[in-house]
């Protein structure tokens, strides 16, 4: 195998770019993003993550180097973007497709292109598989084609690609078994070599589960609320069955994982997926509940003017600087429909200004409001839990131990 060209430096890109550069494997990263392609060949990263910075050291020694250009080599693993629409509830294959387009302008023949970025089941018969051909390319002759679906969560990025399970999807197990030796270079979990659309659907398949299992517990958080109980216990006391495992309650579900992939199910399936579709409504109205629970508890202790209040929070999982489809984002978009005034936001991990009312220093913020809704479980927060002294606490993550706190 010559020079594998990773394309899309994104979140999954960029890792595992640098995983691969870090264990021996020769590599050229590709962007259409020039500032991003430059910051790299700068030597600077361009998101934080634990361990990132070492990983792209040891890459940088390995000899990995960044571009615009696509290059003519023999491997592609193409790590783009995937959206969907939020009305329709599909998955927007065209990044996927341009990637592809471009790499048919430069491959070699014989060349093996591996999509990692993750899509709805049947993306590939649809809509891949089409484009090659229309190109004049003979799939399995001029190109081989293969699906090796990411399973890494920001925060732990590093780690997950080490010691995490994968999954290939391939049309000649020939192939599959290729590129399960490139994955190898690094990856120490199992590597398990199966076709396309097994590999597609068991990607979507995971993080639905996962959605709905979450879903549940925001029910039974909703449930305990009418009734004064605590979900907390409940959940801890029922998860010492050794048959429930029973996820937490939150204020929402963000990411681009457990967020997007189930209504890539739904869209496909709309008359089949009646449970995932109803969790998934759940979870996307979890900020609305939390709004509901702002203007009770403000209420309760005579806080009546919203800008008192300030949410702590912004990206949608903890010690990441990942806002994509956060829960505070979609509360704050609900919010200007029901409050006077705008809340003030801050996070630790965000330096821009993203929001209106957004601070930049936590003392600042403590000092603006009266009370404190905690959104996401940064480190932060749960180490300077002594600055909350005074403050009326909504804690949507549980990790609070304030005076006056209350949960969902």
Not at 69 to 81: F, L, R
Request: charged fraction near 25%; include cysteine; hydrophobic fraction near 40%.
């Amino acid at each position: 195998m010559s020079t594998v060209n990773v394309i899309g430096l994104g979140y999954i890109g960029l890792p595992t770019a640098l995983m691969l550069a870090s264990h021996g494997v020769d590599v050229v990263g590709t962007d259409y993003n020039a500032e991003l392609v430059a910051t790299l060949n700068a030597g600077k990263t361009t998101f934080k993550e634990d361990g990132l910075d070492q990983l792209f050291a040891d890459a940088l020694a390995g000899g990995i180097r960044f571009s615009n250009e696509y290059q003519k080599t023999d491997t592609y693993i193409i790590s783009v973007p995937t959206p969907y629409d939020k009305f329709s509830k599909k998955v927007d294959p065209c990044y996927v497709i341009s990637a592809v387009h471009s790499v048919l302008e430069v491959c070699e023949k014989g060349s093996t292109v591996v999509i990692e970025s993750t899509v709805s089941p049947g993306t590939v018969d649809k809509y891949v598989r089409p484009s090659i051909t229309e190109a004049g390319f003979v799939i399995g002759e001029d190109i081989n084609l293969v699906h090796a679906p990411e399973r890494i969560i920001p925060g732990n990025m590093v780690y997950e690609l080490l010691h995490n399970n994968r999954t290939i999807g391939a049309d000649d197990k020939a192939v599959g078994e290729k590129v399960r030796e490139l994955y190898a270079s690094f990856c120490m979990g199992d590597i398990v070599v199966t076709d396309i659309r097994t590999a597609e659907m068991t990607k979507v398949v995971e993080n639905t589960f996962r959605a709905v299992n979450i879903a549940f517990a925001n029910e039974l958080a909703k449930i305990c609320r009418h009734d004064n109980m605590d979900v907390y216990e409940i959940i801890r006391i029922c998860n010492m069955h050794p048959r429930v495992n029973i996820l937490q309650p939150g204020p929402g579900v963000g990411g681009h994982c457990i967020s997007v992939d189930p209504w890539f199910l739904v869209g496909d399936y709309p008359s089949l997926t009646n449970v995932i579709n109803e969790s998934m409504k759940t979870n996307d109205g979890m900020p609305d509940f939390v709004l509901q629970r702002i203007h009770d508890i403000m209420a309760e202790n005579g806080i009546s003017d919203p800008a008192r209040v300030g949410l702590y929070g912004l990206t949608y999982k903890e010690n990441v600087d990942d806002c994509r489809e956060s829960p505070t984002l979609q509360l704050l978009e609900s919010q200007k429909r029901h409050l006077a005034a705008p809340l003030k936001v801050y996070d630790p991990f965000i330096s821009e200004d993203l929001v209106e009312n957004q601070f930049h220093d936590l003392d600042e913020f403590l000092a603006s409001v009266d009370m404190v809704v905690i959104m996401v479980g940064h480190n932060e927060i749960k180490e300077n839990m002594e600055k909350l002294g005074g403050k009326v606490v909504l804690d949507t993550r549980k990790v609070c131990k304030a005076d006056r706190v209350y949960y969902l």
